[in-house]
């Protein structure tokens, strides 16, 4: 006969000491690795930074390659920061316009828009747009070299990729950006003067030389002098990203997305920073 | 004949199997001893040594991860090996300065898996880039004639104005041959010159390897798997297996050999075995 023998619920089994223990190790062991991971590519960033520095003071300059690279920088992005700078000073016309009326200061339309696209909008925005078209661009290309063997093929056959490669690169958006971001704001201010012109009539001399008495060399100076900040940031972060791509196509991708997202960053960083500067200075 | 003995990576033996000494003549420009080379902790190369003799052609077989490119590029490096030396033409390749190695470099041709052919440039500009950073006292109409003599040379005389995107496989690893010959190198090191490419085409890069050496009096490291490459261009072979070299012989050796793991590599490919039966 069959004992009747208590029926005990099964209780839910509680992690144990052990596990748990193990579980913590686990995450601190990972939180490591990705403050180390962090640091390598501080070392690494800033490795290549002073390889690009050496390379670029080298006794053999690629004047060709620094020519190519400055047509496709600058050539290549033309028409479309034509259309935004056009776009950018139209807009800012159109936005203003209605609140200036309302306080009577209409006539000081053409300073202000001139005034806010020299100093801010035309480095910015011509900038980012540059990170998007040049960063990817140099980020993808590098990347897709370093896949296909391209660079490795460059070293065996003695030639130092960082001369060829990197340095014109660099050398190029460096230089270019800052005269794209002039013919930025040119058409920017043409494109103000005819925001104008839909709601209003000024005469295109008119415009010109109200908007011209605004900007001032202080106005002008700093904000030439941070593009090539901006310029030198956008061709380093693009060839960094490219030239430490991972081995697969994946990493080309990849190379170019970081390639723009970091590159913004730096844009809008050295904004910052020239602002303050820019500010205790004037 | 001395008995070498073989052992694992980590550090086992494994079989015994005879290695042939070289010629008395034989003078070796690549000497490769007890290296090692890993990646984080995965173990790649382990203990490896081996020679290259003047003029000879040395085929290197092994399965895929067996270290074979990684070895190869060791040699130039292209990657730093963790422990051991090689040796070419007398220096140690690890200890060198950058100019030393560029210097090196110069006479080191490598031909890559994928051609490697830089793709913004036409054939004409591939073949025109190493030579004018490399022999810097020739006169323009001196590189034309090299570029075209390179070009003649793996019959691709015709195509030096297009771009590798117009080439066919085939066509851009003649190419990728042609621009490192250009710029006569003493060594040349191919890493699996025939991967990819149809049976026709792979014999036509193996008769050009052999070609290449006897035209430019080069001596290779042939890395393949390729057992139709190894028979048509090895003068000596040797076998690598987790890392070291498992066997070393000739390609005569190779296929009358009893070892498991040989006859799986050689009997696999005999071309109609299988059909006839």
């Not at chain 2, 005879?18 to 090692?36: D, F, G």
Request: charged share 20%; glycine share 8%; net charge neutral.
């Amino acid at each position: 006969m069959k004992a009747n023998r208590p029926v005990f619920k099964k209780l839910p089994k509680l992690p144990s000491v052990k596990n748990q223990a193990i579980r913590l190790s686990e995450n601190a062991i990972k939180k490591t690795q990705n403050v180390n991971r962090f640091f390598l590519e501080i070392g690494e960033f800033n490795l290549f930074l002073w390889l690009t520095i050496k390379a670029t003071f080298s006794r053999h300059f690629e004047f060709r390659e620094f020519l190519r690279q400055c047509f496709l920088v600058g050539n290549k992005t033309l028409p479309l920061i034509t259309l935004t700078g056009l776009v950018i000073g139209l807009v800012l016309t159109i936005q203003s316009r209605p609140i200036l009326v309302d306080f009577g200061a209409v006539s000081k339309l053409p300073g202000m828009v001139a005034l806010s696209i020299v100093r801010e909008m035309g480095p910015v925005v011509t900038a980012l747009i540059c990170c998007g078209k040049i960063g990817s661009g140099m980020g993808a290309e590098l990347g897709s070299m370093k896949v296909t063997e391209q660079i490795d093929a460059m070293e065996v056959s003695s030639t130092n990729p960082m001369r060829f490669l990197v340095v014109p690169r660099v050398l190029a958006a460096t230089i270019m950006i800052p005269i794209l971001v002039l013919y930025a704001d040119a058409f920017g201010i043409l494109g103000s003067w005819a925001g104008s012109n839909i709601k209003g009539d000024v005469t295109f001399v008119l415009f010109m030389t109200q908007a011209f008495s605004a900007i001032g060399f202080s106005d002008l100076f700093p904000a030439i002098i941070k593009t090539f900040f901006f310029g030198a940031a956008i061709g380093f972060v693009g060839c960094y990203k490219g030239y430490t791509a991972g081995r697969g196509t994946e990493s080309v991708g990849k190379a170019a997305n970081q390639s723009v997202v970091l590159a913004s960053v730096f844009v809008i960083l050295i904004d910052l920073i020239a602002v303050q500067v820019t500010d205790m200075l004037y | 004949m001395e008995p070498s003995s073989y052992t694992n990576l980590q550090g086992r033996a494994e079989t015994e199997i005879p290695a042939p000494s070289s010629p008395p003549s034989a003078k070796p420009i690549i000497e490769v001893k007890n290296l090692y080379k890993g990646f984080g902790n995965i173990p790649v190369l382990g203990d490896l040594t081996l020679h290259l003799n003047e003029n000879e052609n040395l085929v290197v077989l092994g399965k895929s991860g067996s270290g074979k490119s990684v070895l190869i590029k060791c040699m130039v490096r292209l990657l730093m090996s963790d422990a051991g030396t090689i040796h070419i033409f007398g220096k140690n390749v690890n200890e060198m300065t950058d100019r030393e190695l560029g210097e090196l470099r110069v006479k080191i041709g490598f031909l890559f898996q994928s051609g490697a052919l830089y793709d913004s440039m036409t054939i004409r500009e591939n073949l025109e880039f190493p030579l004018v950073r490399i022999k810097k006292e020739l006169s323009s109409k001196e590189i034309d004639q090299k570029i075209e003599e390179a070009l003649e040379n793996v019959g691709l005389a015709d195509t030096i104005d297009k771009m590798p995107s117009e080439l066919s496989g085939g066509m851009r690893k003649r190419a990728s041959l042609a621009r490192t010959i250009v710029v006569d190198p003493l060594i040349m090191l191919y890493d699996e010159p025939t991967t990819g490419l149809d049976p026709v085409t792979s014999d036509e890069i193996s008769a050009l390897i052999n070609n290449v050496q006897k035209t430019y009096n080069t001596s290779s490291i042939i890395i393949t798997h390729d057992i139709e490459c190894a028979r048509a261009t090895a003068d000596r072979v040797i076998m690598l297996n987790k890392g070291r070299v498992y066997m070393e012989g000739t390609i005569d050796e190779f296929e009358q050999s009893e070892d498991e793991l040989i006859q799986s590599f050689f009997k696999i490919r005999q071309p109609s075995s299988h059909k006839a039966q």
